[in-house]
Nanobody, 126 residues
Framework: QLQVVESGGGLVQPGGSLRLSCAAS????????IAWFRQAPGKEREGVSC????????TYADSVKGRFTISRDNAKNTVYLQMNSLKPEDTGVYYC???????????????????WGQGTQVTVSS
């Protein structure tokens, strides 16, 4: 049974940190690039970061560069998103998505992804 499950969200003060996890099963995880997207209320879903199937290549949205780090452990079928120096504008539901055969020029296009999780809420507020 195919599953993509995000965890690690919560309420954090500005300047704080969170680590999100994305655990997958039911497909060849190590052959898929994995991305994190987020969606704030009233806004479109946006790409946050993406990592290649091997973990050798990563990319980030300009808004999170230098603050967020994506990584993966293929032995555990899990991708992580370490989020530091969080800002109120980072608030939203964070989704994990998988695609086989990433095209880096369009990594942030949500329509390209095959499998999605249900999301985890991140709220940055004092």
């Amino acid at each position: 049974q195919l599953q993509v499950v995000e965890s690690g969200g919560g309420l954090v003060q500005p300047g704080g940190s969170l680590r999100l996890s994305c655990a997958a099963s039911g497909f060849a995880f190590s052959a898929y690039a994995i991305a994190w997207f987020r969606q704030a209320p009233g806004k479109e879903r946006e790409g946050v970061s993406c990592i290649s199937s091997s973990g050798a290549t990563t990319t980030y949205a300009d808004s999170v560069k230098g603050r967020f780090t994506i990584s993966r452990d293929n032995a555990k079928n899990t991708v992580y998103l370490q989020m530091n120096s969080l800002k109120p504008e980072d608030t939203g539901v964070y989704y994990c998505a998988a695609v086989r055969g990433i095209v880096w020029g369009s990594w942030s296009s949500s329509a390209k992804y095959d499998y999605w999780g249900q999301g985890t809420q991140v709220t940055v507020s004092s």
